[in-house]
Each structure stands twice: as structure tokens, then as C-alpha cells.
């Protein structure tokens, strides 16, 4: 493909064909709809905290996928989506899933977003896929 100057943050790029330019386009739309936040000091692993809607995320990149998850919405390619979803856990803990997605087949999909995978998210994940019938799917900023 030609190089193309992308309408959203006018950077020209070449991408190798339509779908990865309309995938770059939506991305950077997606980014303009994602505010920063100050990162506190409590900020697990360096994660930058983001305000998207109103509501506040504890990453930048489960926000940007808050926004994923609307256009997919729109798009009708999923019915609706649930967030911090518990998971209740012996020794009266739980662990709250980023989102739960369900598809208009009723399909019902668990994800984390993860930029960096820490031992205790692998342990409580473990636990989770052994507890209930479910598999957490990851996903990291170059997977959407
Ligand atoms: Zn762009």
C-alpha cells in the first residue's frame, strides 16, 4: 500500500494493507478519547491511571479498551460488556476481571488487559481457570 497520511494524528504511514490503515486510524481515535491522569504513587507497576467517560481506569490501556469495546458496540459485534467483574476467591478474596464481554451469540468472553503480567495476577488467574469454568484472556495494546 502507498503511504497514507492518517486523518486522526496526521502522521503519514505505510501500512502493508487497508485493514492495518483502518486499524491505525481507529487506534488513534480511540487514544483522543483517553485522557491521562497523574500517575499516583499507589499505581501498580508504573501503570499511567486515565479517565475515559468520566470514569476512571487503572491504565491507560484498559481504558483504550473501554473504548475498543464501545466501537464494537456500536458496530454490533458485541451485545454489551460488564467491567471489574469478582471473582470470589478462598480465604474470603476475590479478583476483579477488567471486562466481561458478551457477544450477540451470547458467547461470553473474560479479559484482562495487561501490559506487564505480575506473579500475583498469574497466580490469581490460576486460580480463577481452576475455580470456575472460565479462561482470562489478555490482551496487551498491540492486540486491538
Ligand atoms: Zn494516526
Known sequence: MREQECPVCNRTIRPKDLD???????????ENKVIET?????SKMGNIRATYKGE??????EAEF?????DEVRGEFVKYYLRQVPF???GNTRY?????????DDRIEFVDTKGFETKSFKKNKK???ALY????????????
Open 38 to 42: 497523574e500517575s499516583e504513587s499507589n
Open 20 to 30: 492495518e490503515f483502518v486499524k491505525h486510524v481507529k487506534r488513534c481515535g480511540r
Open 56 to 61: 476512571k481506569f487503572d491504565s491507560k490501556l
Open 127 to 129: 486460580q480463577v481457570e
Open 66 to 70: 473501554c473504548a475498543y469495546l464501545d
Open 133 to 144: 469454568p472460565v479462561k482470562i484472556i489478555i490482551k496487551k495494546k498491540e492486540d486491538f
Open 96 to 104: 476483579r476481571v477488567d471486562f466481561m464481554i458478551v457477544f450477540p
Open 88 to 90: 470470589h476467591l478462598p
